[in-house]
């Protein structure tokens, strides 16, 4: 039997301690608190493309969603504005919302994920940008790759507010980590 040079032993012996160390931090991300996607499964039943109430013309950022940087969301107008710093609307957009919408009030973007991810009713999703929890429903901005925007899946409690594909990556953008989120009704 020949010897192994002591050489080869230190080498595998790293490569054994890295593989070990990078399992042990998997796991450990694994166990991490995960925040739920929300998006919508297509139906049979529903337009691949459901087209959101149109204004015509620009609509105003609503009174009473603050002053400075931040996303605007109306949860009756099914509307968000992203307003710069000197309080103009950059960019203006409908939206579906999910079955848990936030309450009125300001909130802060915290997590983030550019994505895709997969739902947790199977859709892929992006550009998800969370801002809030309720009634154990994670509250975030995103769209669908496939760009679909179909109704929430009835019974199913998301807190998805679903964007075009281009709005989708205007807000992820705009809505970096601190951004402002105020929500009216």
Known sequence: MRAVPASKVWVTGLTVGAIAAVTVLAVQADKGPKPHAVAARPSTSAPAHPKPAQSKGPVAVPDGSG?????????GRKTVWLVDASDAARRTFAVWPGTV??????????TRSEGPITGSDGV???????FTVRSGSNIAFSNAVDGSSPPPASGTPTGGIRMRTADGAAMWTFGTAGTKVAVVK
């Open 67 to 75: 002053t400075g940087r931040r996303i605007v969301y109306s949860l």
């Open 101 to 110: 919408a936030p309450e009125p009030g300001t909130y802060t973007v915290g």
């Open 124 to 130: 892929k999703i992006e550009h998800i940008v969370y």
